[in-house]
């Protein structure tokens, strides 16, 4: 295995799915997704890419004059047969740091199907029902998942001179390596995007459950989700009477 994988533990496994998701994306889907995941099955980390070569200062990244250590590791379930992967969003080296990590799903593995997990920014409300939208990187696999609702039909193509999303460059070359794989893009309401988002990390798990029999409850995600809301009424509630408050004492001082 190449000298930028670091393995901590063999686990045993099969032929597993495996689920990938990124720290930095819209309502921090990814990183909810794949926490609720591990968690949830118990996994254990396993394997980790080095970070040198992938992100800034050899590895480090200052936001807002905060250090940030970038992560990439591996988990397995044992138990449901799945590996869940988590990464900063690579800086350099996109091609060689998604080959890695289709090096640890194929060679070590041996996965049979791999998920991205993405979002994208939305002008919707959240209190609209988060609709699926779905990319796949095989005939086979997009008929086999027909009977799911998902949006199947997404037409895009990168601007002249752009720059593909990370999860279209993974789904690429995971079709070059004869890997079925799929993106699930799911939008996040604007207002949401630096938040969480519990109905959006819901419904990919909802699908997730129920494509790889993982029995999940998410009555705690339903509770999440609701508190959200009350939480986003109550401000509403109160920037509105703020505001009342500002036209009237407007209206006041102009009259006097």
């Given at each position: 295995m190449n000298e930028k994988v670091h393995f901590l533990t063999r686990p045993e496994l099969h032929t597993p799915t495996m689920v990938v998701g990124w720290t930095m994306d819209a309502g921090r889907l990814g990183r909810r997704v794949t926490d609720y995941l591990v968690r949830k099955l118990g996994g254990q980390a396993f394997c980790e890419i080095e970070p040198a070569d992938f992100f800034p200062l050899n590895g480090v990244a200052i936001v807002n004059d905060i250090v940030f250590f970038p992560e990439s590791r591996f988990y397995a379930c044992p138990e449901k047969d799945l590996v869940v992967f988590l990464s900063t969003p690579p800086s350099y080296e996109w091609y060689q740091f998604l080959s890695l990590i289709l090096d640890v799903a194929q060679d070590y593995c041996h996965v049979r199907e791999i998920y991205t997990v993405g979002s994208m920014i939305a002008m919707g409300a959240h209190t609209a029902r988060r609709q699926f939208f779905s990319t796949m990187g095989s005939p086979e696999l997009k008929m086999e998942l027909s009977r799911y609702d998902l949006t199947r039909e997404t037409d895009f193509e990168t601007p002249p001179g752009g720059r593909?999303?990370?999860?279209?460059?993974?789904?690429?070359?995971?079709?070059?390596?004869?890997?079925?794989s799929a993106n699930l893009w799911i939008p996040i309401p604007f207002y949401l995007v630096s938040a969480d988002d519990p109905e959006a990390y819901r419904g990919v798990l909802d699908f997730l459950s129920d494509?790889?029999?993982?029995?999940?409850?998410?009555?705690?995600?339903?509770?999440?989700?609701?508190?959200?809301?009350?939480?986003?009424?109550k401000g509403l509630t109160t920037y509105g009477q703020h505001s009342r408050k500002l036209i009237v004492s407007s209206v006041s001082w102009s009259v006097a």
């Open positions: 593909p999303t990370l999860n279209s460059f993974f789904l690429w070359v995971a079709k070059r390596r004869g890997i079925p494509r790889l029999n993982l029995g999940f409850d998410l009555a705690d995600l339903d509770e999440q989700a609701g508190l959200q809301n009350e939480r986003i009424m």
